[in-house]
């Protein structure tokens, strides 16, 4: 099936270095590049110690998660090389001798890795700034690199309503941003940047922008790919259908619903989100890469998939949270969607802290896409596609028209509650059960407070009798 592949020909002893390599998109190109690309040389993977775990222990861990099923029998751990290191610190925080290896074999750049979170303060978001620095800087030491490939995002861009594949000048120049973050005090930093900030929806869409621009002037030489992923959301097919374990962004969401924490979304109606299932980027990812190898410039892929109404989304979903439900479930399913601030607002108080706390993430969601629309350019995207062979089409599918997306997000919502929710269909008929039991006590509890509601009326309603008799 590889005999005519040029994607696969192109990875034949290729050494490539990861970063985000353990994360959604990041797994699914390690996956896929051992999987199919078999031939390839060596793979570094950047790690960082997390929650009290050594690099060592994560990557260990990393090969035991499902997405690894499809290639259990090969032995992949001599083909991957962990690295420890963090992008957060200077140099990566890479060993001298692990950088000298790097310098001389690498031959390709993936770098994804990003704190994906919207509520990250500009302390926090500086990183990617620094940390795509950093990776430049290394980059340009590597005596045989043919591609960098940087993952950046569709809305790096989002004071556009239109967004052109290229570079947009940014409100200010990564270097200066970084002079600033290091010589401000980190209470005045959000102050200090807010005119740059401003129409930004967060800082980590912002982060990305200077980035992007920060590539585009210092990778003149290097052969570059900057591909901007949409909303990412589950795998269609590869390594398996519905496969997500990232809570960022509409996945959330749809997750928060389904357990019954998040109740109400504010987001204006008819307002379309552009999804992207996380399999069509990784395989957009590789492509790019190859095509990149043999053009030798830097080009920018907005990489979107489909415009679904958040409506028809929820719509689609939500019988699914009744024919499979789930044992994780926290309180009984009952989504709306509101353009109303003030009905958001007694439904975030109706449901107490805890959906007040989830609500407040989703209500960063809904601001920073719920509510706006924006159109791409995807010449770039379209061309990387019609230059593949029929070979590498059907081995690295990510063309929109491909996609049966009825059943796709079907498959989402399953995927939900297999790969994020970790509960497998084994469980279904406790997750009936337990269904059964939170429909009872949400109608009881709807039922109490209506019933309270009622008792407050009558009794102002007597006072107010009482009143006028005197
Ligand atoms: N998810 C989306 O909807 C979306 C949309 C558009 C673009 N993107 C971009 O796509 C890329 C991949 O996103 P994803 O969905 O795969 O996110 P993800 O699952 O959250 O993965 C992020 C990866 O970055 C790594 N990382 C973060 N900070 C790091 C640090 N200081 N040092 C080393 N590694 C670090 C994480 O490692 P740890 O496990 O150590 O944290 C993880 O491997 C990102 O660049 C993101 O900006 C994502």
């Given at each position: 099936?590889?005999?005519n592949s040029q994607?696969?020909?192109?990875?034949?002893?290729?050494?490539?270095?990861?970063?985000g390599?353990?994360?959604?998109?990041?797994?699914?190109?390690?996956?896929k590049?051992?999987?199919?690309?078999?031939?390839?040389?060596k793979i570094?993977?950047?790690?960082?110690?997390k929650?009290?775990k050594s690099p060592?222990?994560?990557?260990?861990d990393?090969?035991?998660?499902?997405?690894?099923e499809?290639?259990k029998?090969k032995?992949?751990k001599s083909?991957v090389v962990?690295?420890c290191g963090?992008?957060?610190?200077?140099?990566?925080?890479?060993?001298?001798e692990d950088?000298?290896?790097l310098?001389?074999?690498t031959?390709c750049?993936?770098?994804?890795?990003?704190?994906v979170n919207?509520?990250?303060?500009?302390?926090?978001a500086?990183?990617i700034v620094s940390c795509?620095?950093?990776?430049?800087k290394?980059?340009?030491?590597?005596?045989?690199?043919?591609?960098?490939?940087?993952?950046?995002?569709?809305?790096?861009n989002?004071?556009?309503?239109?967004?052109r594949?290229?570079?947009?000048?940014?409100p200010?120049?990564?270097?200066?941003?970084?002079?600033l973050v290091?010589?401000?005090?980190?209470d005045?930093?959000?102050?200090?940047?807010?005119p740059y900030l401003?129409?930004?929806?967060?800082?980590y869409v912002?982060?990305?922008?200077?980035?992007?621009d920060?590539?585009?002037s210092?990778?003149?030489?290097?052969p570059t790919?900057?591909?901007?992923?949409?909303?990412?959301?589950?795998?269609?097919?590869?390594?398996?259908p519905g496969?997500?374990?990232n809570y960022?962004?509409?996945?959330?969401?749809?997750?928060?619903a389904y357990?019954g924490?998040?109740?109400?979304f504010y987001?204006?109606?008819g307002?379309?989100?552009?999804?992207?299932p996380a399999?069509?980027?990784?395989n957009?990812?590789?492509?790019?890469?190859?095509k990149t190898?043999n053009?030798?410039?830097?080009t920018?892929?907005?990489c979107?998939?489909?415009k679904i109404?958040?409506?028809?989304?929820?719509n689609?979903?939500?019988?699914l949270?009744e024919?499979?439900?789930?044992?994780k479930?926290?309180w009984?399913?009952?989504f709306?969607l509101?353009?109303?601030k003030?009905?958001?607002?007694?439904?975030s108080?109706?449901?107490?802290?805890?959906?007040?706390?989830?609500?407040?993430?989703s209500?960063r969601?809904?601001?920073?896409?719920?509510?706006?629309?924006?159109?791409?350019d995807?010449?770039?995207?379209m061309n990387?596609?019609?230059?593949?062979?029929?070979?590498?089409?059907?081995?690295?599918?990510?063309?929109?028209?491909?996609i049966?997306?009825?059943?796709y997000?079907?498959?989402c919502?399953?995927?939900i509650?297999l790969?994020l929710?970790?509960?497998?269909?084994?469980?279904l008929?406790?997750?009936?059960?337990k269904l059964?039991?939170?429909?009872g006590l949400?109608y009881?509890f709807v039922?109490?407070?209506?019933?309270?509601?009622l008792?407050?009326?009558?009794?102002?309603?007597r006072?107010?009798i009482l009143?006028?008799?005197?």
């Amino acid at each position: 099936m590889s005999d005519n592949s040029q994607i696969v020909e192109f990875f034949k002893n290729q050494t490539i270095f990861i970063t985000g390599g353990n994360g959604l998109v990041g797994k699914l190109i390690l996956e896929k590049l051992l999987r199919t690309c078999w031939d390839l040389k060596k793979i570094y993977l950047l790690m960082r110690p997390k929650k009290g775990k050594s690099p060592e222990q994560r990557f260990s861990d990393l090969f035991t998660n499902p997405c690894f099923e499809s290639i259990k029998g090969k032995n992949f751990k001599s083909k991957v090389v962990l690295i420890c290191g963090d992008c957060n610190q200077p140099g990566l925080g890479i060993n001298s001798e692990d950088v000298d290896i790097l310098k001389k074999e690498t031959t390709c750049i993936f770098h994804i890795a990003a704190n994906v979170n919207f509520l990250q303060t500009i302390k926090e978001a500086s990183y990617i700034v620094s940390c795509t620095k950093e990776m430049i800087k290394l980059a340009k030491e590597m005596a045989n690199l043919k591609v960098f490939a940087y993952v950046s995002t569709a809305y790096s861009n989002c004071l556009n309503r239109h967004i052109r594949e290229e570079i947009y000048a940014p409100p200010i120049k990564a270097e200066e941003f970084l002079d600033l973050v290091n010589s401000c005090n980190e209470d005045d930093l959000e102050n200090t940047f807010l005119p740059y900030l401003k129409n930004f929806p967060n800082n980590y869409v912002f982060s990305k922008c200077l980035s992007e621009d920060l590539i585009k002037s210092s990778t003149t030489g290097i052969p570059t790919a900057i591909i901007r992923p949409a909303i990412i959301t589950n795998t269609i097919k590869e390594p398996i259908p519905g496969y997500t374990d990232n809570y960022y962004g509409v996945i959330g969401v749809v997750a928060g619903a389904y357990i019954g924490i998040i109740r109400c979304f504010y987001t204006k109606k008819g307002k379309r989100l552009d999804l992207v299932p996380a399999d069509v980027v990784s395989n957009c990812i590789l492509a790019a890469t190859w095509k990149t190898a043999n053009s030798k410039s830097l080009t920018v892929y907005n990489c979107v998939g489909k415009k679904i109404l958040l409506e028809k989304l929820i719509n689609l979903v939500t019988p699914l949270y009744e024919e499979f439900p789930s044992t994780k479930y926290l309180w009984y399913t009952d989504f709306t969607l509101t353009e109303s601030k003030f009905l958001y607002n007694v439904s975030s108080l109706w449901y107490l802290s805890l959906a007040h706390v989830v609500d407040f993430v989703s209500s960063r969601f809904g601001k920073s896409y719920g509510s706006r629309e924006w159109t791409f350019d995807e010449n770039n995207f379209m061309n990387l596609w019609f230059k593949m062979g029929d070979t590498d089409r059907r081995m690295f599918p990510f063309h929109s028209k491909t996609i049966p997306w009825h059943q796709y997000l079907l498959d989402c919502a399953l995927g939900i509650r297999l790969y994020l929710l970790q509960d497998p269909i084994s469980t279904l008929s406790k997750g009936k059960a337990k269904l059964k039991i939170l429909r009872g006590l949400h109608y009881a509890f709807v039922g109490f407070i209506i019933l309270c509601c009622l008792r407050i009326c009558r009794t102002f309603a007597r006072k107010i009798i009482l009143m006028l008799q005197q």
